[in-house]
């Protein structure tokens, strides 16, 4: 059965770093997509940054050049380092895959950035 597990997160200054990490269970992370989203009571789940199994990246215009979204495929598990972290980016983050035409969310991690 397919599990992911979030870890990292937690209360930091504006302007600091946290690294979220994902560890999956009964899937091979490299052989699909895998993206990290957030959310904020009363809005979107917000599509913040993906990695493909050819190692290609992408990210939400507000994070680029912040985050930085990877993978360790000897670890099964893929994070996400988050920079100079702004009140703004408070929210819960999620790990995410398809697999088999179902949708697996991890637990959620709580960020909050404030001073």
């Known amino acids: 059965q397919v599990q992911l597990v979030e870890s990292g997160g937690g209360l930091v200054q504006p302007g600091g770093s946290l690294r979220l990490s994902c560890v999956a269970s009964?899937?091979?992370?490299?052989?699909?997509?895998m993206r990290w989203y957030r959310q904020v009571p009363g809005k979107q789940r917000e599509l913040v940054a993906s990695?493909?199994?050819?190692?290609?990246?992408s990210y939400a215009d507000s994070v680029k050049g912040r985050f930085t979204i990877s993978r360790d495929g000897a670890k099964n598990t893929v994070y996400l380092q988050m920079n100079s972290l702004e009140p703004e980016d408070t929210a819960v983050y999620y790990c995410?895959?398809?697999?088999?035409?179902?949708?697996?969310w991890g637990q959620g991690t709580q960020v909050t950035v404030s001073s």
């Open positions: 990695i493909i199994s050819g190692g290609s990246t």
């Open positions: 009964g899937i091979i992370f490299s052989s699909y997509p």
């Open positions: 995410n895959v398809i697999y088999r035409a179902t949708v697996y």
